[in-house]
């Protein structure tokens, strides 16, 4: 008999930029299509996908450990362009405050 509860929780991802486990829902399907790599914020996509937070942090380290490839085991290099703007019109880490105080 096994007494584990383990239930169907939420699912967790690991983000390819900072390998951080987290829920699926906080984390941004990417798939890649064409060479590209397109957001997939409703996780209808297509094929093999690659999970991110929505920051440009983990965007950009993703990019710099050359993930992609990896992930969509694909020759790449992925276009992120796509993906980047996305990122930064929904990226909710507020590390950088714009100063809109300069007199
Ligand atoms: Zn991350």
Do not use: N
Not at 11 to 34: F, H, N
Not at 53 to 66: G, S
Not at 69 to 94: I, K, N, Y
């Amino acid at each position: 008999m096994s007494g584990r509860t383990h239930a169907r929780v939420c699912p967790e991802r690991t983000c390819v930029g900072c390998r951080e486990r987290a829920a699926k829902d906080d984390l941004l399907r990417i798939v890649a299509i064409e060479g590209e790599c397109v957001p997939d914020p409703r996780g209808t996509l297509p094929g093999r996908g690659a999970y991110l937070h929505r920051t440009r942090v983990c965007l950009d380290l993703a990019v710099r450990r050359r993930v992609f490839p990896r992930a969509f085991r694909g020759r790449g290099p992925f276009d992120v362009t796509a993906l980047r703007r996305f990122v930064e019109r929904t990226h909710v880490d507020q590390a950088a405050p714009v100063d809109q105080a300069t007199p």
